[in-house]
Structures are given as structure tokens and as C-alpha cells.
């Protein structure tokens, strides 16, 4: 027995944004997992004809369980906070793979192969990191332009045409695209296509309605459509 929803606090511990240590670990466990990779791999390179030293070895082992569950770690915490981008962990992971073939590279006395593997892992890090920051930007402009349609545009009822989906699978979520319709200020009806997340618990279903906000002077731009169901069920937390 309890004084509080359940439903509703599982919903809340759902909702709530990660915090500042989980991300920070997220991110470390990602670097030294590259950081290992990076040290251990090029080393068990050089010493492919005789026994590679232990340490190598060691960081070669630890690297694949730090990458992959770090990597998983932070997918799911990425998906909870639109502003942490999914290329991040992949970038520090890289950032420290650089950093560990640039250690293994002094402790072999600078060999040029291991030169060019340090400069590529820094130039995956650049790449993704670059990544990141555009489409951080891009998520940013696509926020704005739905907050002026909301604030400026015309609301109207849209209804469900398509919901997207038959059944739920062994999955409790569908991420799926729905189909919404809708009249505009001239009367024409028009069609509307958006990716939602549905869950079991809150399935939609043809006829379902839902707000839907436009442009009166360019209803045909899609761009400039919000569609409020779409808008609260996204694949990822705002």
C-alpha cells in the first residue's frame, strides 16, 4: 500500500533526466575504455612474434566489457537527454583510444605506423565530435521553429488516420510513423506523417484526436506542422 501513484512515479523516474555523475561515469568508462584499447592493441601488434607484455594483454581484455557496456550506458542515458548527443560516448571513446596509442607509441619509441593509428583515432574523435555539435544545432533550430508554430500558427483537431502498427510485439514500445488528418483554414484536407513512440500502456488508435498546429499563410508546409501527440511521444526525451 502506498499514498503515492505508483504508476505515476514510475512514470517521473521514467521522464527524469540523468544525472551529472551518471554522465560523467558514463563518459570516463567510454575514455578508458578506448584508453585501454588504444594502449593495448597496437603493443600486441608489435610483439605478434613473441609473448606481448602482460599489461597489453590485460588492457586489451578490459577494454572490450569497459567499451561495450559503457557504450550501452550511455545510448540510454543520451535517449533520456536530447541535449547529450549519441555521438559524444563515441567521440571520447576515441579521444581516449588516441591517447592510448600515443602512450603505447613513446613506450616503443615512436614507431611511424603507431603515429598514423594515434592520428586516425584523432581524426574519428574530430569527426564524431563535429557530428554532435551539427546535429545538437540542428535539434536546437528544429525546437525553435516548432515553439514559433505553436506560438504563432493556427491549432486545429487532427485525428488518427494510420496509427502505424498491428500489434505490440515482445516489446512494450513501437516506434512507428502516424499518419494524422486535418482541415485547414480553407477547408482542404490535408495528410500528415510522424514518427511516434507508443507505448502498450498508451497505445494510439485510428480515430484517436490530437492538436495540431500550422501555418494559415502555408498550410501544405510540412516543416511548419507541430502535431501535439507526436510532439509528447518522441524517441527521445527533450
Not at 109 to 134: D, H, K, R, S, T
Request: hydrophobic residues 50%; proline residues 7%.
Amino acid at each position: 500500500m502506498s499514498t503515492v501513484d505508483p504508476v505515476a512515479l514510475r512514470k517521473l523516474r521514467k521522464s527524469k533526466r540523468p544525472g551529472p555523475v551518471s554522465i560523467v561515469l558514463a563518459l570516463a568508462f567510454q575514455f578508458i575504455g578506448g584508453l585501454a584499447a588504444g594502449y593495448g592493441w597496437p603493443q600486441l601488434a608489435e610483439f605478434e612474434a613473441v609473448e606481448p607484455p602482460a599489461l597489453p594483454l590485460a588492457a586489451i581484455i578490459a577494454s572490450i566489457p569497459l567499451l561495450v557496456i559503457s557504450s550501452i550506458a550511455w545510448m540510454g542515458i543520451a535517449m533520456r537527454h536530447s541535449k547529450l548527443g549519441l555521438a559524444l560516448g563515441g567521440a571520447i571513446a576515441w579521444l581516449g583510444a588516441a591517447t592510448g596509442a600515443a602512450l603505447a607509441a613513446v613506450e616503443l619509441g615512436y614507431p611511424p605506423l603507431l603515429g598514423w593509428v594515434a592520428a586516425g583515432c584523432l581524426a574519428m574523435f574530430l569527426f564524431l565530435a563535429g557530428v554532435g555539435i551539427w546535429a545538437a544545432r540542428k535539434r536546437r533550430v528544429l525546437a525553435a521553429r516548432e515553439q514559433a508554430v505553436m506560438s504563432t500558427g493556427r491549432a486545429t483537431t487532427a485525428t488518427v488516420t494510420d496509427k502505424g502498427y498491428v500489434v505490440f510485439g515482445d516489446s512494450a514500445k513501437i516506434f512507428t510513423t502516424v499518419t494524422f488528418t486535418f482541415h485547414d483554414g480553407s477547408g482542404t484536407q490535408r495528410w500528415v506523417q510522424r514518427p511516434v513512440l507508443i507505448n502498450a500502456a498508451e497505445p494510439v488508435v485510428d480515430g484517436q484526436e490530437t492538436t495540431l498546429w500550422y501555418d494559415p499563410l502555408d498550410p501544405g508546409n510540412d516543416s511548419m506542422i507541430v502535431v501535439k501527440l507526436a510532439k509528447d511521444s518522441p524517441l527521445r526525451q527533450p
